[in-house]
């Protein structure tokens, strides 16, 4: 069975661009989370989904929104991007998100000029 | 965003020798869990703990839940060369809406063969 996927592998856009990154979870898996990782520090958490209804945010700016689809894919856009953008970008899938294993997806590296 | 306190940094050992790193932080967590991640990879699981002063072994790792719940350590027995990766614990709780992971900064571990 395949894992959690992500795409586009890699990303780079300038100041001000907006960008949308998408997450195809485990087959049969409904829950969703993304987090940031910055380089040298550990993955922070940004949003989590479950049947397509937010059900967690952290501490990030509004310019950070996702979404979840009936298929339990989820995008996460983010609008005016910032140099400190920068980061990988981690997708973890879930049954149901109430406390089971997270999985995680390669994730998206994004660039930022 | 909150950043669990984990020591050390960095570890560079030779092969067969043992390894021992700990995480704390400064509120109770109900789950602690331990990561690697390897270059251009997610983090993936290597062991769950569930119960203040559980210990659990995978192979040649064990980890502890500290009987405070505010730590944990990980330790690795008669390293090989593909242990090296960055290892991460987290902390997670049950309560409230979602089941968010809070990440250490991680530890660099090289194994010279």
């Known amino acids: 069975d395949a894992g959690v996927t992500q795409s586009p592998t890699h990303l780079i856009k300038t100041r001000g661009q907006h960008v949308t990154l998408r997450c195809s979870p485990i087959?049969?898996?409904?829950?969703v989370s993304w987090y940031q990782q910055v380089l040298g520090q550990g993955p922070q958490f940004i949003f989590q989904?479950?049947?397509?209804?937010?059900?967690g945010r952290g501490n990030f700016p509004d310019r950070f929104s996702a979404r979840q689809f009936p298929n339990y894919s989820s995008e996460l856009n983010v609008n005016a991007l910032l140099l400190g953008d920068s980061a990988l970008y981690l997708c973890?899938?879930?049954?149901?998100?109430?406390?089971?294993?997270?999985?995680f997806g390669p994730g998206t590296r994004l660039t930022v000029l | 965003g909150q950043q669990l306190n984990q020591s050390p940094q960095s570890m560079f050992i030779q092969e067969g020798e043992d390894v021992s790193m700990n995480c704390t932080s400064s509120?109770?967590?109900?789950?602690w869990l331990w990561y690697k991640q390897d270059p251009g990879e997610g983090p993936v699981l290597l062991i769950a703990l569930y119960k203040a002063g559980e210990l659990t072994s995978n192979g040649r790792l064990t980890a502890q839940f500290g009987i405070t719940r505010k730590d944990s350590f990980l330790n690795i027995s008669a390293s090989i060369p593909s242990d090296v990766g960055i290892y991460f614990c987290a902390g997670r709780n049950s309560g409230g809406s979602n089941y968010k992971l809070t990440f250490g900064k991680g530890t660099l571990l090289t194994v010279n063969p």
């Open positions: 087959s049969g898996h409904k829950s």
């Open positions: 973890a899938s879930s049954l149901r998100g109430f406390g089971d294993t997270q999985y």
């Open positions: 509120s109770i967590f109900n789950t």
């Open positions: 989904y479950y049947e397509k209804e937010e059900r």
